[in-house]
């Protein structure tokens, strides 16, 4: 098993930037490709960036428009999604996911094997 841990989350205010992390003890972190999804209020979980295992290939939801970064350092077993520019409409509990993939620049918006248990972000207007 898989365990994921995000971490950075917090309040900002619109405008501001945060960057959130993940971290894992998996042993073979470099051959999963790592996903961030959230989930706002009342909404349905929802896909937001992806990351392939060698860190070349990116993957962002439409809303991202520019606004955000995903990278990962493998050797420390990190992942992190740099969010610029925050709008309220920003605020959910984000969630770290990873998937093994078969190539090293394979990415994946969903059916993720594993995830964590989520960081609150919180965008004031």
């Known amino acids: 098993q898989v365990q994921l841990e995000e971490s950075g989350g917090g309040l900002v205010q619109a405008g501001d930037s945060l960057r959130i992390s993940c971290t894992t003890s998996?042993?073979?972190?470099?051959?999963?490709?790592v996903s961030w999804f959230r989930q706002a209020p009342g909404k349905e979980r929802e896909f937001v960036a992806a990351i392939s295992w060698s860190g070349s290939t990116t993957h962002f939801a439409d809303f991202v428009q520019g606004r955000f970064s995903i990278s990962r350092n493998n050797a420390k077993k990190m992942a992190y999604l740099q969010m610029n520019n925050l709008k309220p409409e920003d605020t959910a509990v984000y969630y770290c996911?990873?998937?093994?993939?078969?190539?090293?620049?394979?990415?994946?918006?969903?059916?993720?094997?594993?995830w964590g248990k989520g960081t609150l972000v919180t965008v004031s207007s």
């Open positions: 996911a990873a998937r093994r993939a078969r190539g090293q620049e394979e990415v994946f918006i969903g059916d993720m094997s594993w």
């Open positions: 998996e042993r073979d972190f470099n051959v999963y490709a």
